[in-house]
Every structure is written in structure tokens, then in C-alpha cells.
T-cell receptor
């Protein structure tokens, strides 16, 4: 049981490049979310999904796209990377039941130069 | 919009002390509240989950309480140890169980 797996762990991009951050969970969780963590800002919600085929925007969605074609995977796409997207990105998943908490991945540290 | 405040922002104590970390939130319409621990450069580890209908939850030396009506939660750490040094994050869950995070309390326990 691997939990929530994020790849890559580290990435350096040039401004304007695109890339996809991968997130996979093997717990059959309905809910999945992406957060970014910046110094002094705490963790902020980018996008979330309540099930396959259903996604919605969080607090800071601009510059990011998501899709959820399977229950297991929830990739985050950066369309045209900007230095302001330098951050640590965390993926999390949970069952839809209210008495269940979230499990987080180990994060992807992204630097845009 | 939910806003979460954690006090104190940083705390430094000698080993063995009992600690209280505070969390307040503005919207009491929550499903549950999670406390997490984050070590430097690492991911988040869930410590405790309190349902909105519960008053407290315990795990080992950790005890978390929830007063939903007043928008407050407290994490109590008994007999602190150097291994407890980390940042502690409070996160109430709202619509579709999405989490809103405070900025955390950075704890340093010295031997």
C-alpha cells in the first residue's frame, strides 16, 4: 500500500516551459486535491476533485490545469511556467466520508528560473 | 472564506514541558479538523482528526480539542521530547472536505 505518490520530487523549469506533476493514490479515495506551499503563506488549495471526471478550482487556480480520468490519478499541469509558480506542491487524497482525514504525498519541489 | 490563525507562530521549550498550541477559524460550518506535523523539507503527517460532533481526540501524548461554535481547536502535547520538534498545522475541512490551513506553529524542543 503505497499511499499517495508524487513524481518528480524535484524539478527545475525555464520560464514558459510546460510540465505535468503526477499524483497517484492506491487507496480508492474519491477526493483528491493539489496544494502549494510558499514561505509565509501556508498551504493553499489549487484544484480539487470529488471523483473521476469531476474537478473544481480552489483558491489559487490560475496557471494550472487538472483532469481526473481515473480514480487513482490526478495530474497537475503547468501550462506556461512562471517564476511565481516556484513552490512546493502537495497532492492529497481522502474518502468522501466526513469521518476520514486526508493523506498527503511527499511533495514536489519546483523551481522556475 | 475560511481563515485559520495559529498561535503562537513559534515556540521554544526545554524537554519535558507540556505544551498548548492554539488554532482558531472563522467559519464554524466544518466537517472535521485535522492536525498535521511537518518536518523540515518533508510532507505532512496526520496526527489527529476530530469530527465536528466530537469534543476531543487523543493519540498517545497528543490530545486535540474542538469547540466548533467558538471556532477554536487546541493541540496539547504532554511531556515534550526533542523528536517533537516540527511545524504543527491545523486544517479545518469545509465544502467537499477541502482543507484550509493555518501558517503553523514551529516548535523546537531542546534537550
Amino acid at each position: 500500500n503505497a499511499g499517495v505518490t508524487q513524481t518528480p520530487k524535484f524539478q527545475v523549469l525555464k520560464t514558459g516551459q510546460s510540465m505535468t506533476l503526477q499524483c497517484a493514490q492506491d487507496m480508492n479515495h474519491e477526493y483528491m486535491s493539489w496544494y502549494r506551499q510558499d514561505p509565509g503563506m501556508g498551504l493553499r488549495l489549487i484544484h480539487y476533485s470529488v471523483g473521476a471526471g469531476i474537478t473544481d478550482q480552489g483558491e489559487v487556480p490560475n496557471g494550472y490545469n487538472v483532469s481526473r480520468s481515473t480514480t487513482e490519478d490526478f495530474p497537475l499541469r503547468l501550462l506556461s511556467a512562471a517564476p511565481s509558480q516556484t513552490s512546493v506542491y502537495f497532492c492529497a487524497s481522502s474518502y468522501s466520508r466526513a469521518n476520514y482525514g486526508y493523506t498527503f504525498g511527499s511533495g514536489t519541489r519546483l523551481t522556475v528560473v | 472564506k475560511q481563515e485559520v490563525t495559529q498561535i503562537p507562530a513559534a515556540l521554544s521549550v526545554p524537554e519535558g514541558e507540556n505544551l498548548v498550541l492554539n488554532c482558531s477559524f472563522t467559519d464554524s460550518a466544518i466537517y472535521n479538523l485535522q492536525w498535521f506535523r511537518q518536518d523540515p523539507g518533508k510532507g505532512l503527517t496526520s496526527l489527529l482528526l476530530i469530527q465536528s460532533s466530537q469534543r476531543e481526540q487523543t493519540s498517545g501524548r497528543l490530545n486535540a480539542s474542538l469547540d466548533k461554535s467558538s471556532g477554536r481547536s487546541t493541540l496539547y502535547i504532554a511531556a515534550s521530547q526533542p523528536g517533537d520538534s516540527a511545524t504543527y498545522l491545523c486544517a479545518p475541512s469545509g465544502g467537499y472536505s477541502t482543507l484550509t490551513f493555518g501558517k503553523g506553529t514551529m516548535l523546537l524542543v531542546s534537550p
